[in-house]
């Protein structure tokens, strides 16, 4: 099996649907550090970060993502949106194997999340700015990090998450055949 493929990108951008579509695309598994995460946990991750803090679910979230790319090589792997904040994770991904950073604008994003029932119940805010205004001020802050740790931008604005997954396939280049590298 050869090298692993990551999705990073801000909440809404559709890494883990991509991500599920990629690995049957591929024949790749297909792991969710979010989905990781909650499933040790036993939690929700607004219960995590209500309960315990945002520097407590970066412990979690750096943890989670150093055993799933220890554990499954050449698997397909969405991220959280914050796991690029920390140097080590981007470092790490990057080592794993080729990064996608997924995009959209902020007010497609904003409008993707209102209209997701589990993102207001299940996501904690991460600022007190209200949708649009965090996402365009955590966006900002961020984006020369994801810069940092992406081998390729996929847009996903105007695209079903199909063709973003075979934008991806386009860009891992003939290393990645479908069926297994
Ligand atoms: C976060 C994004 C979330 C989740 C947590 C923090 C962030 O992941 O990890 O709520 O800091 O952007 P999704 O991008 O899957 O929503």
Request: proline share 5%; no cysteine; charged share 25%.
């Amino acid at each position: 099996m050869g090298r692993g493929i990551v999705l990073i990108g801000y909440r809404g951008t559709g890494k883990s649907t991509v991500g599920r579509i990629l690995a049957e695309r591929l024949g790749r598994a297909f792991v969710d550090s979010d989905r990781e995460i909650e499933a040790r946990s036993g939690r929700s991750i607004r219960a995590l970060f209500a309960e315990s803090g945002e520097p407590s679910f970066r412990d979690r979230e750096e943890q989670t993502l150093a055993e799933l790319t220890d554990g499954f090589p050449g698997a397909v792997l969405a991220t959280g949106g914050g796991a690029i904040l920390r140097e080590s994770n981007r470092r790490r991904l990057r080592d794993f194997g080729f990064v996608a950073w997924l995009t959209a604008d902020p007010v497609e994003l904003s409008r993707r999340l209102e209209a997701d029932p589990t993102s207001l119940a299940g996501r904690p805010a991460l600022t007190s700015a209200g949708t649009l205004a965090e996402i365009e001020q955590v966006l900002a802050s961020r984006s020369p990090l994801y810069a940092e740790a992406a081998d390729v931008v996929i847009p996903t604005g105007g695209q079903t998450p199909e063709q973003a997954a075979l934008a991806v396939i386009a860009a891992l280049g003939p290393m990645f055949d479908e069926g297994g590298a």
